[in-house]
């Protein structure tokens, strides 16, 4: 930011204030507040939540310093909930994402998934000599859990993952959403979320060979452990 356009000492002074006054309104509404779901607690979170992430903006571009915390703000948050109080059925939504760290190494475990089932499969079929075709059949004979804990035998690597479970009042008909399974995903139904990722715990000094983007050292076919194809 050039130095006409950086905010004065009394607007960075003037923000403090702001979430000092956040804060105290913030407190007297938890302390009145009438229930899980109190709106005027909501209200005064998103309050405080706003005058800090001002504040925050202020500071660093008029001393560039920064808080030593940090107030989430309500476009980073989940909704409020507003589902059904007793759900009658839930959805469980995972996203999991990996890098193909290893593409021989997927190669081969996709082969010998096929020479297990078919004798002549490498012969006749190449699927399994491609990664597309190799990533089909590994997620087709594994269960999705068992790639996670596995994932370096199949050569990936670990990204970012997220799992909500949302609320509905009763279950979705048999095949009615498969075509769209991710499209009707209301955020204010979401009862849970948790998500995994590396910039939560990302140490620049580490060394982790699993890191997205990694490419881990090179093995043989004679190093690859025989597959457990028990499902």
């Not at 660093?60 to 909704?79: A, K, M, N």
């Amino acid at each position: 930011m050039s130095d006409a356009a950086q905010p004065t000492a009394a607007e960075v002074r003037a923000a403090a204030e702001a979430v000092k006054t956040a804060l105290d309104r913030h407190l007297a509404a938890v302390e009145r507040r009438t229930g899980d779901d109190d709106p005027a607690v909501h209200e005064a979170f998103n309050q405080l939540a706003a005058a800090g992430e001002v504040y925050d903006e202020l500071l660093y571009d008029r001393y560039d310093e920064v808080t030593p915390f940090e107030i989430p703000g309500s476009d980073d948050s989940l909704p409020p909930y507003t589902g059904p109080e007793e759900p009658h059925a839930v959805s469980v939504l995972i996203r999991r994402d990996y890098t193909v760290a290893e593409p021989q190494r997927l190669l081969a475990q996709a082969q010998r998934v096929e020479a297990a089932e078919f004798e002549d499969a490498l012969t006749e079929d190449d699927t399994a000599n491609t990664v597309p075709g190799a990533l089909g059949i590994l997620f087709g004979e594994f269960e999705p859990d068992e790639i996670a804990s596995r994932h370096r035998e199949f050569g990936l690597a670990e990204g970012d993952s997220t799992l909500w479970v949302t609320a509905a009042e009763e279950a979705a008909e048999p095949g009615e959403w498969l075509e769209a399974p991710f499209e009707e995903a209301d955020p204010q139904h979401v009862i849970c979320r948790f998500d995994v990722s590396a910039v939560f715990d990302r140490d620049d000094s580490d060394d982790d060979a699993d890191a997205p983007g990694t490419i881990l050292a090179e093995l043989s076919d004679d190093d690859l452990e025989p597959l457990d194809r028990d499902r």
